[in-house]
């Protein structure tokens, strides 16, 4: 039988991420309030994404304008990962918040988001307290800009609320709680982690025999080259892609070429050296290629190239020198100066296929100089694309030849009408007109065979939408938000591939019907629909669906067969929800994992089948008039989101499923009894979970032990969890566990949390044992809010200082906007614990203040008193047996299982004997120094480990700090 050779090449070291996909251009977004990080903590975490060779979007050449506004978008449509730094003032900036509804939309769509926390606290930004709240209170005495009515300004402010509170509860960084350096190291590397499992590599499931993976991989530690030879099917290409799928991240660029032939392999690793490398690191795409063919072209005379760019464009049309070879040009207008564009400029390039005309500094700046004629001639009739934000004339010229044309984009121009009658369209994919308040009419599309994608956001003066948008067969998006005159949408076809339309805003919308099968995103939101129609349950593949501040009547039963639901928006709605309507909802929505029922009024109580809605991960019922939560409600093991702030109606809460991450319960002023909270302390690996009763007054005795046991027994076991995370952290950046609480209350508790260095001055000393005999501290303060406080962006700020007063350790911590009277602050962070006890030093003392993000101590509250409670590692067995939970969850908590790129970790507190203990020592230095050995190669593949308790501490201590 035949052989066949499959040749592995590898050089150069870093990582690069490649180009994956022609929609995705950047590998990162960076979105941030400029005035706030750009010259401290964005600048040093741009810097760090370009050393690992990450390619990140920002805008520190942008100055802020309208026109930037479409280029900012497909900036963020454009990246594989958006990074969210939330600051003071974020919320101040309107750009901040459009970016962000942006960003939010591309998750629906796959993109990854990783917000961090720059000195701003998460609640404050689910709560829109503190700067947040003072933003929104500004934003809300504006009454809009421009074309912006007071009531679509309104809606605008409804979705960077929700917006902000769903990227609020997306895991992230918080740098209040971490050295900034090290944060930053954190998120690139998880923005490392997240670019390698968005990899579209195409081998799936085990990879059942590493043994010839295992030797080629060896083979690469000294060999740049590797034939892999045999007979055909015997799994070559295989271990060749496997070994892809492993260890391109340790390369500076990657690519994985299938079925190239060595020739062609050789002559185009030649051409690449020749005109392109410096150094070792490669990067192979057919872009490069085509880059190298436009430098090899006339050097010159840039009239005579195929592609301009910039200023050899700006040249050109400077000089009305374009000739018939030019076939694309991308223009940036904001860095030309005194640039005239004649009439006949663009006629003149009768071959002209891409033309992309746009202005990064917006059009108000003062580098942008572009003089117009009264009208311009007709475009080439060769025209595939063309790009030109805020396009300055009310009509494209005529005679327009659409035949080739494939996508237009012209978001925020002064064009009333594309073209008159019915053109060729066989090629047209995409329109965005977006943004163009004048727009008055959409042609005819009917000969439009192939459009995919139509946006006409903000399209003001749009009266009607075509019946041939309608009746495409070929439509997948359809957006139409804030087309503020438009009446009415409805479609008389079935369209067989629309997924997405969205209709938000679109404020006197009072009819709406559309079929199709595959539609999975459907926002109704802020329209006049007063009646949903009933062919909406054949909408068996929708996901998303938003209803918010509509005026409907009732909940049609229909919804209950969207069996494929997996978020569903009832905000803002006078809607009558009754029991029995929602219980007929809930048994047909067995997908669910988002529901929101906010400031739903006439929403009283939830039904008792709730449990079968059992992959629901959040659940909003902030301001609803809900009295009692069903005991079902703990059922619902993969809830993580409870939020009820403002229930002012809320007089019980029961037992809580054990995997809640944020429990609000906030200004629920006749909240009087709540149930066991023992079940929050398990699942804890890798958590952060907060807990507030923020200004809820009413509740009794028992029901604050309740909350204290509760939460004690879950800062316990996450000290107890820590163990092991600290040692899977430094592979695979698990995050630390950390508690938070706040409650009524004017006493640091003693019971029992067992507190017992406590202090009514501002700084406690504490002495310390040695390194490796403690796990943390719980920190505690009681604050009193002074009459008249008035701010609302304070936080406590801790300091750590060793014996000669140097200080080591600064941070800060919870947030206390909004507090009505005294509370009780506890928090666990082992973070900070590590930091301290890196100095060994006998001991330390602490400072608290209340203070706000610039560090200025603040007058309007005061602090009480204050505590610490030392965690040793001699507490661990008898903290376990006060663990009285359920047989059920006692058996989670002592056998933990954590799986996580191939190692198995279980953690037991039951007794073995010596020699058993002993075999697992020798089993687990083995198996340590193996993995030592494979992490500081290309990957880290972990053995199967079986580890007690006792022995897993001493040997993370040992790890830690010897």
């Not at 499959?6 to 022609?22: E, H, K, P, Q, Y």
Request: net charge positive; hydrophobic share 35%; with cysteine.
């Amino acid at each position: 039988m035949k052989e066949d050779c499959v040749v592995v090449v590898a050089f150069g070291f870093g990582v690069n991420m490649g180009r994956w996909s022609l929609d995705e251009k950047y590998d990162v977004f960076l979105n941030f309030r400029g005035d706030d990080t750009r010259r401290g903590f964005t600048s040093h975490l741009y810097n760090a994404l370009n050393q690992r060779c990450i390619n990140t979007y920002i805008d520190y050449k942008i100055a802020r304008g309208e026109d930037v506004w479409p280029e900012l978008v497909k900036a963020i449509k454009q990246s594989r990962v958006s990074i969210v730094v939330f600051s003071k003032d974020y919320a101040s900036s309107t750009w901040c918040l459009k970016e962000l509804v942006e960003i939010l939309e591309c998750r629906k769509e796959g993109q990854v988001v990783i917000p961090v926390f720059y000195d701003v606290d998460p609640s404050d930004i689910r709560g829109l307290s503190g700067s947040y709240g003072k933003a929104f209170a500004k934003h809300d005495r504006d009454q809009g800009q421009g074309d912006t009515d007071r009531q679509s300004y309104k809606q605008i402010l409804l979705r960077w609320k929700d917006a902000l509170k769903e990227a609020a509860n997306i895991s992230g960084w918080d740098c209040s709680h971490r050295d900034e350096s090290l944060v930053i190291q954190n998120v690139v590397n998880d923005v490392m982690q997240k670019l390698y499992l968005r990899y579209p590599v195409e081998l799936k499931g085990l990879f059942k025999n590493k043994k010839p993976y295992k030797q080629v991989k060896l083979l690469l530690k000294t060999t740049r080259v590797i034939g892999i030879w045999g007979m055909g099917g015997s799994g070559k290409s295989t271990i060749a892609k496997f070994l892809f799928a492993k260890l391109f991240p340790n390369y500076d660029n990657v690519c994985f070429m299938a079925n190239s032939k060595e020739f062609s392999l050789a002559k185009l690793f030649f051409a690449l050296f020749k005109e392109e490398v410096s150094t070792s690191n490669v990067v192979v795409s057919e872009f490069d290629m085509r880059k190298l063919q436009v430098r090899q072209e006339c050097t010159a005379n840039p009239g005579k190239r195929s592609r301009l760019k910039d200023n050899e464009a700006g040249e050109v049309i400077k000089k009305n020198t374009g000739t018939d070879a030019i076939h694309g040009i991308t223009l940036d207008l904001s860095q030309m100066e005194d640039l005239a564009l004649c009439a006949d400029t663009l006629s003149k390039m009768k071959n002209l296929k891409i033309l992309k005309l746009y202005n990064s500094l917006g059009k108000s700046s003062s580098n942008t100089y572009l003089n117009l004629p009264a009208t311009l001639k007709p475009f080439s009739d060769q025209l595939r694309y063309i790009e030109w934000i805020g396009y300055p004339f009310e009509y494209i010229p005529s005679p327009f030849c659409t035949k080739f044309l494939v996508e237009i984009h012209m978001p925020q121009s002064k064009v009333k009408q594309l073209w008159q009658g019915i053109q060729e369209l066989h090629n047209l994919e995409v329109i965005d007109l977006s943004e163009c308040k004048q727009f008055e009419k959409l042609p005819n599309l009917s000969n439009a065979k192939k459009l995919k994608w139509v946006n006409l956001s903000g399209c003001g003066s749009l009266l009607h939408l075509h019946p041939s948008v309608l009746s495409s067969k070929t439509l997948v998006t359809l957006i139409l938000d804030r087309c503020t005159k438009l009446k009415k949408v409805r479609g008389k076809k079935h369209l067989k591939h629309l997924q997405k339309i969205s209709v938000n805003g679109c404020l006197n919308l009072e009819e709406f019907a559309v079929s199709s099968d595959l539609i999975e995103n459907l926002d109704l939101s802020h329209t006049r629909i007063q009646t949903l129609d009933p062919s909406i349950q054949n909408m068996h593949n929708l996901k998303w669906l938003n209803l918010e501040g509509l005026r409907l009547k009732i909940l049609i039963k229909e919804i209950s067969c969207l069996t494929s639901l997996k978020e569903l928006k009832i905000s803002n709605s006078s809607l009558k929800i009754d029991k029995q309507r929602l219980h007929v909802l809930f048994k047909g929505l067995k997908s669910l994992e988002i529901l929101y029922l906010q400031n739903c009024s006439n929403l009283f109580e939830l039904p008792n089948n709730i449990d079968v809605l059992s992959q629901l991960k959040e659940l909003r019922l902030d301001g609803s008039n809900v009295k009692n939560l069903p005991e079902s409600i703990k059922n619902l093991q993969d809830l993580e989101i409870l939020s009820l702030e403002n229930c002012k109606g809320l007089e019980c809460l029961p037992e809580l499923p054990f995997g809640i991450k944020y429990l609000g319960v906030i200004n629920c002023t006749s909240l009087e009894l709540v149930s066991n909270l023992k079940s929050l302390a398990t699942r804890m690996l890798g958590m952060t979970k907060r807990v507030t009763f923020k200004n809820s007054f009413k509740m009794d005795t028992h029901s604050l032990k309740h909350i204290m046991k509760g939460l004690y027994l879950t800062m316990m076991n996450a000290a107890i969890e820590n163990v092991s995370v600290r040692t899977l952290g430094t592979i695979n950046g698990y995050n630390y566990n950390s508690v938070e609480l706040c409650l009524p209350g004017g006493k640091v508790p003693s019971i029992p949390w067992k507190i017992n260095h406590r202090t009514t001055n501002l700084s406690i000393t504490v002495k310390l044992p040695k390194p490796y005999k403690l796990l943390g501290f719980i920190y505690s303060v009681v604050l009193s809010p002074i009459t008249g406080m008035k701010k609302h962006d304070c936080r406590i700020t801790c300091k750590c200082y060793l014996p000669n007063e140097d200080m080591k350790e600064a941070w800060l911590d919870s947030d206390i906007g909004g507090l009505k009277s005294d509370h009780v602050y506890v928090w666990y962070d082992p973070l900070h614990c590590d930091n301290i006890l890196k100095y060994n030093a006998p001991k330390v003392r602490f400072e608290f203040c209340v203070a706000n993000n610039k560090g200025e101590v603040d007058s309007s509250i005061c602090i009480k008193e204050c505590g610490i409670r030392l965690i040793r590692v001699s507490n661990m067995f008898s903290i376990l047996s006060e663990l009285q939970l359920d047989s059920k969850n006692k058996k989670d908590l002592e056998t933990r299982e954590v799986v996580e790129t191939g190692k198995r970790i279980i953690i037991t507190s039951t007794k073995r004997s010596d020699e058993e203990e002993n075999n697992d020592k020798r089993n687990q230095i083995g198996d340590q120094q193996r993995e030592l050995s494979e992490y500081n190669s290309f990957d880290n593949i972990a053995g199967m480990q079986l580890i007690t308790l006792h022995l897993f501490i001493i040997i993370t201590i040992l790890n830690n700090y010897s």
